[in-house]
């Protein structure tokens, strides 16, 4: 399943090197690969990654940002020598600043003016293209000022205050009108925007292609992740009325190992949203804990409950530790249950996939066969059986085919997630089950040296979490 490494456009080596060389990143650490070419991407986690951060926070007092969720993409576009970057993948070049329609802003503005606009398309240039195709300035002026509720006059208002206020409202997010040429990523890359852009965004973000992105209500990341809870409730839940012009934040992320499920969903606003990304805080755990103990529905998937059970017994006496120290235990839990997934595809490829199937994905299947209803909190106040059409009766096989890449993806990303540390015991242990499973076909018994194997992974990382290492 090994990928071909992407080659980057010339244009965007071009661009590496101005941005490495302009004084506005003076001082933030890159280092050379053994073939001389700048290590443009690294993780939070590494010795580089550390240093881009504290480097970003020095920054941000500097410019006198406030040290909050949302401060290294703030640092990073203030601090942009030019404000456009190029794409790695085919060398366009597009605005950092929120100026291109979003898919249901496209539609709109298509339907509305009869034209054949792309989410590709800035906002100036659309601008530009209706008033030469004969729509009237004050019109279109009152049009844009509408959709974003913008405090401006549209008789008087010009087309870049109406553009500036438009774009500040979406970046913010109040508005999911306009969508920025290149997604923040620091301190994964070194100027702090993902490497490819807009442009290149379906075919280079594998499950965000134009067709995978009209269902992304249904949130896939849930089904990479394997996640516990009633998955179906809550993708339905996210799609609500309950979430109308915000969007749908996991209370505990779902790529540390927290359920996916109504009641653990909560409004925030989609800049707040990108922001947290995986962040474990001390009132998200508060949060947490009240809506167990009101709802009694466990928070975290099976595979990570023995280090959740711990961090609940002791974040109170050791605060420091849950953001930085507890998160980071979450993560490499998770890598190496997301590896184990991998090998057991891998080296059982008769019966691996039917084996994950039944013994982990299918006990899902069954939520998936009713509708329901909320009320604010994300309880369920009503369930009936679904209505099946054409367009929804194969989400189990969707569900299941994403669960399965994502085992196969997550071991083939070299910079987004943390790789394994399996102990040679563990490894050998996994490499057991494996071998019983292709003689002896006993899932049962397979399933209990799974969850085995788990249980010892999670005690090894609590133990290093109470020796404080």
Not at 199 to 219: A, F, H, I, M, V
Not at 252 to 269: A, E, K, T, V, W
Not at 420 to 440: F, I, K, M, V
């Amino acid at each position: 399943m090994a990928r071909e490494k992407r080659q980057w456009n010339d244009r965007f080596l071009a661009y590496m090197d101005m941005i490495v060389k302009h004084p506005n990143y003076q001082g933030l650490p890159i280092e050379k690969k053994a073939d001389g070419s700048l290590a443009w991407i690294t993780t939070a986690k590494t010795k580089i990654g550390k240093k881009r951060i504290e480097w970003c926070l020095k920054k941000a007092d500097e410019l006198g940002f406030e040290r909050r969720a949302g401060v290294y993409a703030d640092v990073m576009l203030a601090i942009h020598p030019t404000k456009w970057k190029v794409c790695q993948t085919c060398g366009r070049e597009m605005s950092l600043y929120y100026h291109y329609p979003n898919a249901n802003f496209v539609k709109a503005l298509n339907r509305d003016f009869k034209q054949k606009f792309t989410d590709c398309d800035h906002i100036s240039d659309i601008w530009d293209t209706l008033i030469e195709s004969g729509v009237k300035e004050n019109v279109l002026a009152e049009y844009l000022i509408r959709k974003g509720d913008l405090a401006l006059e549209p008789t008087t208002a010009t087309k870049d205050e109406i553009i500036d206020a438009l774009e500040l409202v979406c970046r913010k997010g109040n508005k999911k009108l306009l969508g920025p040429g290149a997604m923040s990523n620091f301190p994964d890359r070194y100027d702090g925007f993902h490497t490819y852009n807009r442009c290149c965004r379906p075919s280079q973000d594998k499950g965000r292609s134009k067709e995978n992105l009209k269902s992304y209500t249904k949130d896939r990341r849930a089904y990479e992740y394997w996640s516990d809870g009633n998955i179906h409730a809550a993708n339905q839940f996210m799609g609500s009325a309950f979430f109308a012009g915000v969007s749908a934040d996991h209370i505990g992320p779902i790529s540390l190992g927290f359920i996916h499920d109504p009641r653990y969903l909560q409004p925030m606003s989609g800049g707040d949203n990108s922001a947290k990304r995986d962040r474990l805080q001390i009132e998200d755990i508060e949060k947490i804990i009240e809506t167990y103990n009101r709802t009694g529905v466990y928070p975290m998937s099976w595979y990570s409950k023995d280090i959740w059970e711990f961090i609940l017994s002791s974040y109170k006496t050791h605060p420091d530790s849950v953001a930085t120290i507890y998160r980071d235990a979450l993560k490499q839990n998770m890598a190496d249950f997301m590896y184990i997934l991998w090998r057991i595809l891998e080296e059982c490829p008769r019966y691996g996939e039917d084996f994950l199937e039944k013994c982990l994905l299918s006990k899902h299947y069954e939520c998936f066969n009713y509708s329901y209803k909320f009320n604010a909190r994300g309880e369920i106040i009503d369930r009936r059986p679904r209505h099946f059409t054409d367009r929804n009766q194969n989400e189990t096989d969707r569900y299941k085919r994403i669960a399965i890449d994502s085992a196969y993806d997550y071991n083939d990303k070299d910079n987004r997630n943390m790789a394994s540390d399996l102990t040679p015991g563990e490894s050998s242990s996994l490499s057991g089950l494996c071998q019983d499973l292709n003689t002896a076909h006993d899932y049962d018994a397979a399933h209990k040296a799974l969850v085995s194997l788990i249980q010892s992974i999670e005690r090894r990382i609590i133990t290093s979490l109470q020796k404080g290492k």
